[in-house]
């Protein structure tokens, strides 16, 4: 198959970094792809980098609020209920479809077109993580099928076609919502499948769920230091992992990752982390992992902030950076077989508690990262982060109660996690029957 995502934020390129073994071409950014002219560079440029730019402002009083909401406003997701008619196009539905009729993505569909491998009589399927992608597939003309892959748990009107119910743009959804949400818009039933959010395969383990199983057994021990929920819970531990005495203390300390977003914003979270934890870090009872992703200017700060506090020799304090995503992805996903706990807003990660990791949210930036945090709450797998000034003291007290292993496990039971493995059935096999454990939600 051909896929397609797009280089803004993490998102969307998580999203389809599963299927790097999979794709025709390996992944093609439809704002970076070999080819493409300056004015739709120009283009795509200009938004990435404003919303990167009021992510970063925020924060700022007043005027960084108010530039905000704006953005926000106008990709904003209105309210399920009551359950009616969604099918008005949105401002920025037609925003982006006036740039396809100027030719946005024109270039790279006639490209895709004419590729047909041998043994084929026609392109591959076309699979694509952002929505733009998909209307330009749709307007010139691809030859063969269109399958978009929504990343969120609840998406505005701008991820279904204009013209919705005659649409021919598959839907690859992570959870029932979406699917109602899509119909709602004028979506055909038939056109949309739940098969959960793509997850990466090396932390699965095939569908014996191998890798994943052991390593929450393993993680299990670290959230659960005094046993709590491991004793009122065996009986359900040992149906899914095995006999709760086989599940030992691990080889690493508790550890937890703190990932910022593609924006850099929220990065004085993990400053602050940093310092209140000082002397478990020091004494090796706490492992941190900062993320910066590909950001230079993250790393730099991370890096200085932690020779002020005398740590840039401590093995137990680990700084994460690459220089492009393909890498970090690969980097990240092998970091988290040895995190306990995962600190980041609700973001795509969301869907990362499937493979039993609790999730600590930090403070949601945008309309869809709200509806995600809704979503990891009604699973049971995420917790609204305290105020990080006092982490040394509700930390602690959350770990001796068994919630945060408790968090792991409703995850690991209610999560979709076979999302990548669905997808691929469906876009390579055509199997599209529906998948029943991600009907929860």
């Known amino acids: 198959?051909?896929?397609?995502?797009?280089?803004?934020?993490?998102?969307?390129?998580?999203?389809?970094?599963?299927f790097t073994d999979s794709a025709y071409r390996g992944i093609i950014n439809a704002n970076h792809y070999q080819?493409?002219?300056?004015?739709?560079?120009?283009?795509?440029?200009?938004?990435?980098?404003?919303?990167?730019?009021?992510?970063?402002?925020?924060?700022?009083?007043i005027l960084g609020t108010a530039a905000f909401a704006i953005m926000n406003h106008f990709q904003e997701i209105e309210p399920l209920y009551p359950k009616r008619d969604?099918?008005?196009?949105?401002?920025?539905?037609?925003?982006?479809?006036?740039?396809v009729k100027k030719?946005?993505?024109?270039?790279?569909?006639?490209?895709?077109?004419?590729?047909?491998?041998?043994?084929?009589?026609?392109?591959?399927?076309?699979?694509?993580?952002?929505?733009?992608?998909?209307?330009?597939?749709?307007?010139?003309?691809?030859?063969?099928?269109i399958y978009l892959v929504v990343c969120d748990a609840d998406v505005a009107r701008a991820w279904a076609a204009y013209d919705a119910k005659k649409s021919r743009i598959n839907y690859l959804v992570p959870n029932k919502r979406v699917k109602e949400r899509l119909q709602l818009y004028g979506v055909r039933a038939s056109k949309i499948y739940i098969t959960g959010f793509p997850l990466p395969k090396e932390n699965i383990g095939g569908y014996g769920q191998k890798i994943l199983r052991s390593d929450i057994a393993a993680r299990l021990y670290n959230l659960d230091p005094k046993g709590v929920y491991r004793k009122k819970y065996d009986k359900l531990i040992e149906?899914?992992?095995?006999?709760?005495?086989?599940?030992?203390?691990?080889?690493?300390?508790?550890?937890?990752?703190?990932?910022?977003?593609?924006?850099?914003?929220?990065?004085?979270?993990?400053?602050?982390?940093?310092?209140?934890?000082?002397?478990?870090?020091?004494?090796?009872?706490?492992?941190?992992?900062?993320i910066a992703g590909v950001r230079n200017d993250v790393y730099l700060?991370?890096?200085?902030?932690?020779s002020s506090c005398n740590l840039g020799k401590c093995k137990h304090v680990n700084l994460v950076y690459a220089e492009d995503k393909t890498t970090y992805f690969k980097i990240f996903n092998k970091l988290l077989r040895t995190t306990d706990i995962l600190w980041t807003k609700p973001s795509e990660l969301t869907f990362y508690s499937g493979l039993g990791l609790p999730i600590i949210m930090s403070e949601p930036i945008g309309s869809q990262e709200n509806y995600n945090r809704g979503w990891?709450?009604?699973?049971?797998?995420?917790?609204?982060?305290?105020?990080?000034?006092?982490?040394?003291?509700?930390?602690?007290?959350?770990?001796?109660?068994?919630?945060?292993?408790?968090?792991?496990?409703?995850?690991?039971?209610?999560?979709?996690?076979?999302?990548?493995?669905?997808?691929?059935?469906?876009?390579?096999?055509?199997?599209?029957?529906?998948?029943?454990?991600?009907?929860?939600?």
């Open 1 to 18: 198959m051909q896929v397609v995502a797009v280089d803004m934020g993490y998102g969307h390129q998580r999203a389809a970094y599963p």
């Open 35 to 61: 080819g493409i002219s300056k004015a739709e560079q120009r283009e795509w440029d200009s938004g990435r980098k404003w919303y990167e730019i009021i992510s970063r402002f925020k924060n700022v009083p």
């Open 239 to 290: 149906d899914y992992l095995g006999p709760v005495k086989n599940i030992k203390k691990p080889k690493h300390p508790l550890t937890i990752t703190f990932a910022v977003g593609g924006a850099g914003a929220q990065r004085d979270i993990g400053v602050t982390i940093l310092n209140k934890l000082h002397k478990y870090l020091k004494t090796g009872k706490i492992r941190l992992n900062l």
């Open 376 to 441: 990891l709450l009604a699973v049971g797998a995420g917790v609204d982060s305290l105020d990080p000034k006092y982490v040394d003291e509700w930390l602690f007290d959350w770990l001796d109660s068994g919630w945060l292993a408790e968090a792991a496990m409703e995850g690991f039971l209610d999560a979709p996690k076979m999302g990548t493995y669905h997808i691929e059935n469906i876009v390579l096999k055509h199997k599209t029957i529906e998948i029943e454990d991600v009907h929860l939600l």
């Open 86 to 99: 969604l099918s008005k196009n949105s401002q920025q539905q037609k925003y982006f479809y006036k740039q």
């Open 103 to 145: 030719g946005l993505g024109k270039r790279l569909i006639e490209e895709l077109n004419s590729q047909i491998p041998k043994g084929h009589k026609k392109p591959l399927p076309f699979l694509t993580t952002f929505f733009v992608p998909a209307y330009f597939a749709e307007y010139y003309g691809y030859k063969n099928d």
């Open 301 to 306: 700060y991370y890096q200085k902030v932690v």
